[in-house]
């Protein structure tokens, strides 16, 4: 999966032969299975499909899964990655109830091959990323726990994400990646539908609950 998104990232060809090669290996007889395990993160984590474009040349390319509409909520311009990594830890935030320990946050990004102090091929250094960008762009919000020794932290939502992204975007996004039906998590989701329903009340005419994701 990483290697398909800095090729993409780098504007690099995606070759299959390029994949066997440098990543699946020995491990070519399970290869369709590997393209679609990728393909499937790929689409639920961040919103992109792996696509052949070519059968005689045997390349692929990356492109948009997700709706128009849905790009418009849910996208950081171009960054799609970076789209998902951040609505990950939001929905991680959301499922908690208030905030998220730092260590929770990391536990969940093991899954997905991330490590605090590794600096990573497409996000860079993820810990500054996640603890200094995104805190500076107001999607979070990164806070000491108070009167604990030695010192722990967690992460809030910050005001922007509050302002610019819908607590029912998170439950969709929550049942894509999980494949779940979003009231697998009830007490979020009814919270979710009185969010939607005051909006709607507040604003009958709107079409969209929040207005578009957008890097400063």
Same mark, same amino acid.
């Given at each position: ?36 395990? !990728? ?10 499909? $792996?696509?052949? !474009? ?18 418009? %909520? ?11 990594? $951040? ?5 991680? @935030? ?12 990391? *536990?969940? $990004? ?16 993820? %810990?500054?990323? @996640? !603890? ?5 762009? *107001?999607?979070?919000?990164? /806070? ?25 975007? @998170?439950? +969709?996004?929550?049942? %894509? ?5 979003? /009231? ?10 009185? +969010? ?6 507040? *604003? ?13």
């Amino acid at each position: 999966m990483w290697y398909v998104l800095v090729k993409d990232q780098k504007r690099m060809i995606i070759w299959f032969p390029d994949m066997v090669r440098d990543v699946i290996g020995s491990y070519k007889k399970w290869c369709r299975s590997i393209l679609r395990r !990728t393909s499937l993160i790929l689409a639920r984590v961040f919103g992109l499909h $792996l696509r052949l !474009t070519s059968l005689h040349t045997m390349e692929f390319a990356l492109v948009k899964a997700l709706a128009p509409e849905e790009l418009d %909520r849910v996208a950081l311009s171009n960054r799609m990655p970076m789209t998902g990594l $951040l609505l990950m830890i939001l929905s991680l @935030i959301y499922v908690k109830g208030r905030g998220a320990r730092e260590s929770a946050v990391w *536990n969940v $990004l093991r899954i997905l091959g991330l490590r605090p102090w590794k600096k990573h091929s497409t996000f860079g250094d993820v %810990r500054k990323l @996640i !603890t200094e960008e995104f805190v500076q762009q *107001n999607y979070l919000k990164y /806070q000491r726990v108070p009167y604990v020794e030695p010192p722990e932290y967690e992460f809030f939502w910050g005001a922007r994400a509050s302002r610019e992204i819908s607590k029912m975007q @998170i439950m +969709e996004f929550l049942a %894509r990646v999980f494949k779940k039906d979003p /009231q697998a998590w009830p007490s979020r989701y009814r919270e979710a539908l009185e +969010e939607a329903r005051a909006l709607r009340e507040a *604003n009958p005419t709107a079409h969209c609950p929040r207005s578009s994701v957008s890097e400063d």
